[in-house]
């Protein structure tokens, strides 16, 4: 895990590709994408059943070790249309002892009142204590922004001239892009600046990598 301090707030980037706010107990996930698996063996895709599970098995096992009192999705947290994932969805957050926030993103067809039925709170952004939380990267003057989307990763250089990509998070001087919690999900390469910070997730680590990016 890797620590980081934003306007006196407390951080913690989890491999997960998790955020969890110490100052709020709140944990901050991106783009988990469930029922996607369901969705693409609908269409013939040969996905492997058991990979719709390992996304609720990870939320479970993130909620267990931080404890948070607030689980806050940033958007694409259900693929698209209901499927036979929403009923397990359903019974995780019966399980977890968190309140559960879903910020709106575009894939977030399932009408609301489902989740509001589940007790989950759905909103289009929210502003706390100066931190911006959204869908899409934004901007608001004076804030610092939270979001999704974009699925960042990077292009590294290995032994030799192979390269490698990575998910990763990626803080600009004015917010922080998560990566994709969902583990059928693909990446963004993206291309930092000189003033931009990468934390790659490789092997079950957070690793800076600013410094170490080929562009």
């Given at each position: 895990m890797k620590e980081i301090q934003i306007n006196s707030h407390h951080f913690?980037?989890?491999?997960?590709?998790?955020i969890f706010w110490k100052d709020k107990e709140m944990l901050l996930i991106a783009d988990v994408h469930l029922g996607k698996v369901a969705h693409f063996r609908k269409h013939g895709a040969p996905v492997p059943a058991n990979a719709a599970f390992q996304n609720l098995e990870k939320l479970t096992e993130i909620s267990n070790y931080f404890e948070p009192k607030i689980i806050c999705f940033l958007g694409d947290?259900?693929?698209s249309k209901l499927n036979e994932e929403w009923q397990d969805f359903e019974k995780w957050v019966e399980y977890t002892k968190a309140e559960v926030i879903l910020i709106s993103g575009n894939h977030d067809i399932i009408p609301q009142y489902l989740y509001e039925d589940l007790g989950v709170k759905v909103y289009d952004e929210l502003l706390l204590e100066g931190f911006h939380l959204t869908h899409h990267p934004s901007e608001i003057k004076g804030?610092?922004?939270?979001?999704?989307?974009?699925?960042?990763?990077?292009?590294?250089?290995?032994?030799?001239?192979q390269y490698l990509r990575f998910a990763c998070f990626y803080k600009t001087l004015n917010g922080l892009i998560l990566p994709a919690f969902g583990n059928f999900t693909g990446k963004h390469v993206l291309k930092p600046s000189v003033n931009d910070e990468v934390f790659a997730i490789v092997e079950g680590e957070?690793?800076?990598v600013s410094k170490k990016i080929q562009n």
């Open positions: 913690t980037l989890h491999p997960s590709g998790a947290l259900f693929h804030t610092f922004n939270f979001s999704g989307h974009v699925h960042p990763g990077i292009r590294m250089r290995g032994v030799g001239r957070v690793i800076c």
